[in-house]
């Protein structure tokens, strides 16, 4: 099982930037082999899929509401996972949440069926 662990989340403006990492560990094989994903979910809504990378960073998909915006990246040295936010709005308010699967994004279409999950973080967008 892999430890996930959620930073960067806080309080902007509309049109500011915010960088969420994901710290993994326990994981006796490289990270580099496990699909990874971005989550979010507001409050009283269902948790949407952001954005999923491939095990070796090389292909990754971006939900249309957030794409041109957000960007999802991988360092597999470091073990973490990115989620790069631009031009934030009020309605990207949520927490966010990444996850981790080894074989959850090879079938190219979104799911929310990730082995691993972190805690979130709480990101937050004022008018």
């Known amino acids: 099982q892999v430890q996930l662990v959620e930073s960067g989340g806080g309080s902007v403006q509309t049109g500011g930037s915010l960088r969420l990492s994901c710290a993994a560990s326990g994981v006796t094989t490289t990270i580099q082999s496990y699909c990874m994903a971005w989550f979010r979910q507001a409050a009283g809504k269902e948790r949407e899929w952001l954005a999923m990378i491939y095990p070796g960073g090389g292909k990754s998909f971006h939900a249309d509401s957030v794409k041109g915006r957000f960007t999802i990246s991988r360092d597999n040295a470091k073990s973490t996972l990115y989620l790069q936010m631009n031009s934030l709005k009020p309605e990207d308010t949520a927490m966010y949440y990444c996850?981790?699967?080894?074989?959850?994004?090879?079938?190219?279409?979104?799911?929310?069926?990730?082995?691993?999950w972190g805690q979130g973080t709480q990101v937050n967008v004022s008018s």
């Open positions: 996850a981790a699967d080894r074989v959850s994004c090879l079938g190219g279409l979104p799911t929310t069926e990730y082995a691993s």
